[in-house]
């Protein structure tokens, strides 16, 4: 991440940088987006292995593979 | 007008997240699922092992060790291709997103990149610290290979490491940017990045070891092989992430008249 900090070698005379956005733009995107993502991403990771919303195993099985797949912990 | 230019990216970010998934499934398909099932063979093997030693041991029925032998909810084919598609299309729609919303955040703020080059960075960064560094401490186990009593405590030792990760990595670009008028951007660079691997390297040494989820006896060629498999699927996630992003993001940019891009980048087309 630290490697953004890096300018020179990509600047040239030409390039200005771009606009940034204002951040009050991006913060309920963010918040909303964020945490739906957040959700999603935890039936994929984790659901039915360390902590179950639902019982069974049918979310695990049907994302095994991917969850191995993915660096998750399964099983 | 800046809701909808975050909206629109947005948009491109679970769109390219889309795309690069697709791309990380055919990785995970043909370089994922061979160690995989062979994974399950292994586990198979011990299961019925075990079962026989302990069918040789009066008292024992079969039925007691039987946890390897359990009837599958999903059958293998079915894991393999939709159940595998779904996970890592989940996986890169959903990261897509919010490395999107990064981007919205960085663009502009972390020096004179163009949106092209900040899409990359943002991707390089994503996959650093959500996948790589957290790898690095607890790498992905194939099936078969992890004890089912643990699950837990690795599974939030996994979690924790991402977030610890990803926030040393915002405080190392952070850093790094107060950093720069006084060291210039290079330097400011180096030590900003030096800092990031010393605290993690600290984190690495502190946070508790995963020594029980490989069972003595696993090939290691197979763990090896599906560990770099899986290393492929995220490489090639983030890569196509970073390049489809940059491409949609530097059209979008470019037809915003607030932002002055290069001269050289065409006209694009009005993009909503």
Not at chain 1, 22 to 47: D, H, N, Q, S, T
Request: hydrophobic residues 55%.
């Amino acid at each position: 991440m630290a490697e953004a900090v890096v300018s020179a070698a990509v600047s040239t005379p030409s390039v200005a940088v771009p606009a940034s956005l204002p951040v009050r733009a991006v913060l309920p995107w963010a918040f909303f987006v964020g945490l739906l993502a957040l959700i999603a991403l935890y039936f994929v990771g984790a659901e039915q292995g360390a902590t179950s919303l639902f019982a069974g195993e049918n979310v695990h099985e049907w994302v095994h593979d991917g969850r191995h797949l993915l660096g998750f912990p399964c099983h | 007008m800046y809701g909808s230019t975050v909206r629109s990216l947005l948009v491109r970010g679970m769109l390219a997240g889309l795309i690069a998934g697709l791309l990380a499934f055919a990785v995970a398909y043909v370089a994922g699922e061979p160690p995989v099932n062979g994974s399950i063979a292994v586990e198979e093997a011990q299961a019925a092992q075990e079962a026989q030693e302990a069918g040789g041991h009066a008292g024992h029925g079969a039925a007691a060790p039987a946890g390897g032998e359990e009837e599958e909810a999903v059958s293998r084919p079915v894991q393999s291709t939709f159940g595998l598609a779904t996970g890592v299309l989940v996986y890169g729609v959903a990261l897509g997103g919010i490395a999107a919303l990064a981007f919205s955040f960085v663009l502009g703020r972390v020096g004179r990149f163009t949106p092209r080059a900040t899409a990359a960075l943002t991707a390089a960064a994503a996959f650093t610290t959500v996948y790589l560094v957290p790898f690095l401490k607890y790498p992905a186990t194939p099936p078969a290979v992890g004890n089912p009593d643990t699950i837990g405590k690795r599974t939030t030792l996994f979690f924790l490491m991402i977030l610890l990760s990803v926030l040393l990595g915002i405080a190392a670009v952070i850093a790094g940017r107060r950093l720069a008028p006084r060291l210039g951007n290079w330097n400011a660079t180096l030590v900003a990045a030096a800092g990031f691997v010393v605290v993690t390297g600290i984190a690495f040494a502190v946070l508790p070891d995963n020594d029980d989820a490989i069972k003595p006896g696993f090939p290691a060629a197979l763990l090896w092989e599906f560990r770099l498999a899986s290393l492929a699927v995220q490489a090639v996630l983030w890569a196509a992430f970073g390049l489809v992003f940059g491409a949609l993001a530097q059209r979008l940019l470019a037809a915003r008249p607030a932002a002055a891009v290069t001269p050289a980048d065409r006209t694009a087309p009005s993009l909503g």
